[in-house]
């Protein structure tokens, strides 16, 4: 069975130009998450998606970050425009529902650097 | 106070010996808690998750978990080199409502 599909896996850009991430879920998971992770730190959730709605996007810089989730599938995450702060590595991830037991797994990410 | 702490190491032990890892919560309402291992450059790969008090084994690993104390501990037994890496503990099913991470501790296995 594949796993969570993202791309690109690495991305450099200059600040203030936009950049965008993809992500494939696992087949069947209903829910997508994408998490930003710091050097040093653990993974935190930006937004999650329960099929093409975002349930929990508290955490998403809604001023320059934006995200969706066309037919409950894919996804997609923006920056525009991408600051220094941004570098980081994106990481989406999926399982078969919301509960808190449900296993969540994680694609390979993107890792992003703004100069 | 962080949500979830974890000692971020580096944890060093001898090849052979028990790792033991450990993380503490602050949401008394947590159900759900997971350890991931995370190579670095690579994502995060669930290795165990346990939801009740007391041990849960799997292999060389066993998880503890005690929610009076808001404390859960991995353990691993005969430590590898290929068990270098960063271990990141998760909790869910607080009022947060998220998979909340701690920020990993950093185990190497020395050969």
């Known amino acids: 069975e594949a796993g969570v599909v993202q791309s690109p896996r690495y991305k450099i850009i200059e600040k203030k130009q936009p950049v965008a991430f993809w992500c494939n879920p696992i087949?069947?998971?209903?829910?997508l998450y994408w998490y930003r992770q710091n050097l040093g730190q653990g993974p935190e959730l930006l937004i999650r998606y329960e099929n093409e709605e975002a349930v929990d996007d508290s955490q998403l810089p809604k001023d320059r970050f934006s995200a969706e989730r066309l037919k409950g599938v894919d996804s997609t995450l923006k920056i525009q425009p991408a600051e220094l702060g941004d570098s980081a590595v994106y990481l989406c991830?999926?399982?078969?529902?919301?509960?808190?037991?449900?296993?969540?797994?994680f694609g390979p990410g993107t890792r992003l650097l703004v100069l | 106070q962080k949500e979830v702490e974890q000692n971020s190491g580096p944890l060093s032990v001898p090849e052979g010996a028990i790792a033991s890892l450990n993380c503490t919560y602050s949401?008394?309402?947590?159900?759900?808690f997971f350890w991931y291992r995370q190579y670095s450059g690579k994502s995060p790969e669930l290795i165990m998750f346990i939801y009740s008090n007391g041990d849960k084994e799997d292999g060389r690993f066993t998880a503890q978990l005690n929610k009076a104390s808001q404390y859960v501990s991995l353990l691993i037994r005969d430590s590898q080199p290929s068990d270098s890496a960063t271990y990141l503990c998760a909790v869910n099913g607080g009022s947060a409502r998220q998979l909340t991470f701690g920020s990993g501790t950093q185990l190497t296995v020395l050969p």
């Open positions: 991830a999926s399982s078969l529902d919301v509960t808190s037991r449900e296993t969540q797994y």
């Open positions: 087949s069947g998971h209903n829910t």
């Open positions: 949401d008394r309402g947590s159900q759900s």
